[in-house]
């Protein structure tokens, strides 16, 4: 895989089919590798990616209904057989405690790795890892369920013909980038005069919800949405009901909030053509549109083009 992408292990909802495995999803970020909402099948699934348990730095599990969470007894004994060397942190949603002290000692096995139990408290909630931010919002289901996304700050790109206009370079560079000014020949440069902003990329995972603020805040000028869609519009009243979305709500989401590539998932069994979820996507969204499919990777889009400093 290359240093940011998305490798999926599933795309089903509540019930696995002959073609669709259960939810999860891997997000290689740098040295990060985030394990999302991992269902039945997930290890086996994980042997077809190159990504191996060692790789795994965190697991964020959105709520505990059993094909977003059922994968987790073997994943966490998995981490423990392969003696992983790093601490694994562990988000989930606090008021599913229960089920996760259950189910991460579903079986008896002998516990080696070091899993750092980081459960999401309060909407909004924020991590911050070393490639950025990671947070949650709550999401509108029937139990305890949050979204997540990756938010990596902006940084700056130098643009060489300033720099060279003010005789700036080698080292003297390096320092302008960190400290963010520079004494040259009796004159104060600072960075934004030889510099454009280089936007940070941003990763959101929406899972089981009907629309509510916190999709739209998770969405919100996504380089890469990951998003449910459970049912078509025919079925936007059950929809509604069970807490859910269709692939027209997802699509208009996504169109609204700036979303620049769209990955669709979690089909309902009920649908065995995937196409028509990406004719329905299509009315509302012209980006680019990922219907997913088991055990396909999805690259994280290149970055926006930088703005004037």
Same mark, same amino acid.
């Given at each position: 895989? %290359? $240093?940011?992408?998305? &490798?999926?292990? !599933?795309?089903?909802?509540?019930?696995?089919?002959?073609?669709?495995?259960?939810?999860?999803?891997?997000?290689?970020?740098?040295?990060?590798?985030?394990?999302? /909402?991992?269902?039945?099948?997930?290890?086996?699934?994980?042997?077809?990616?190159?990504?191996?348990?060692?790789?795994?730095?965190?697991?964020?599990?959105?709520?505990?209904?059993? /094909?977003?969470?059922?994968?987790? *007894?073997? $994943?966490?004994?998995?981490?423990?057989?392969?003696?992983?060397?790093?601490?694994?942190?562990?988000?989930?949603?606090?008021?599913?405690?229960?089920?996760?002290?259950?189910?991460?000692?579903?079986? %008896?096995?002998?516990?080696?790795?070091?899993?750092?139990?980081?459960?999401?408290?309060?909407?909004?909630?924020?991590?911050?890892?070393?490639?950025? +931010?990671?947070?949650?919002?709550?999401?509108?289901? *029937?139990?305890?369920?949050? !979204?997540?996304?990756?938010?990596?700050? /902006?940084?700056?790109?130098?643009?060489?013909?300033?720099?060279?206009?003010? !005789?700036?370079?080698?080292?003297?560079?390096?320092?302008?980038?960190?400290? !963010?000014?520079?004494?040259? /020949?009796?004159?104060?440069?600072?960075?934004?005069?030889?510099?454009?902003?280089?936007?940070?990329?941003?990763? &959101?995972?929406?899972?089981?919800?009907?629309?509510?603020?916190?999709?739209?805040?998770?969405?919100?000028?996504?380089?890469?949405?990951?998003?449910? %869609? +459970?049912?078509?519009?025919?079925?936007?009243?059950?929809?509604?009901?069970?807490?859910?979305?269709?692939?027209?709500?997802?699509?208009?989401?996504?169109?609204?909030?700036?979303?620049? +590539?769209?990955?669709?998932?979690?089909?309902?069994?009920?649908?065995?053509? *995937?196409?028509?979820?990406?004719?329905?996507?299509?009315?509302?969204? &012209?980006?680019?549109?990922?219907?997913?499919?088991?055990?396909?990777?999805?690259?994280?889009?290149?970055?926006?083009?930088? %703005?004037?400093?």
């Amino acid at each position: 895989m %290359s $240093m940011r992408e998305l &490798a999926v292990l !599933g795309t089903a909802s509540q019930a696995p089919t002959r073609q669709r495995n259960h939810n999860g999803y891997l997000l290689r970020w740098d040295d990060e590798v985030l394990l999302f /909402d991992p269902g039945e099948g997930s290890q086996r699934q994980m042997l077809h990616t190159g990504i191996s348990a060692t790789d795994l730095t965190r697991i964020c599990v959105t709520h505990f209904h059993g /094909d977003h969470c059922l994968g987790l *007894p073997g $994943m966490i004994q998995r981490l423990s057989l392969d003696r992983v060397p790093h601490p694994v942190a562990v988000h989930f949603p606090a008021g599913g405690a229960d089920y996760f002290a259950r189910l991460r000692h579903a079986s %008896s096995f002998y516990e080696t790795a070091e899993l750092a139990v980081e459960p999401i408290e309060a909407d909004g909630q924020r991590i911050t890892l070393g490639i950025g +931010t990671l947070e949650a919002r709550r999401l509108r289901h *029937p139990i305890e369920t949050y !979204g997540y996304r990756l938010v990596e700050p /902006d940084g700056c790109r130098m643009l060489p013909e300033k720099l060279s206009a003010y !005789g700036i370079a080698g080292p003297a560079v390096g320092q302008l980038l960190r400290d !963010g000014l520079l004494d040259v /020949d009796g004159r104060r440069v600072t960075r934004d005069e030889v510099s454009v902003t280089r936007p940070g990329q941003r990763f &959101a995972f929406v899972m089981d919800t009907g629309l509510c603020e916190g999709v739209w805040a998770l969405a919100e000028h996504a380089d890469l949405l990951v998003i449910e %869609s +459970t049912f078509l519009e025919s079925e936007a009243a059950l929809a509604a009901e069970v807490g859910h979305l269709t692939a027209g709500q997802a699509a208009r989401v996504a169109a609204e909030s700036g979303v620049r +590539t769209l990955v669709l998932t979690h089909f309902s069994q009920r649908y065995a053509d *995937p196409r028509r979820f990406a004719d329905e996507a299509r009315a509302h969204f &012209a980006g680019e549109l990922v219907i997913a499919e088991d055990l396909m990777t999805i690259q994280v889009p290149p970055r926006r083009v930088a %703005s004037a400093g």
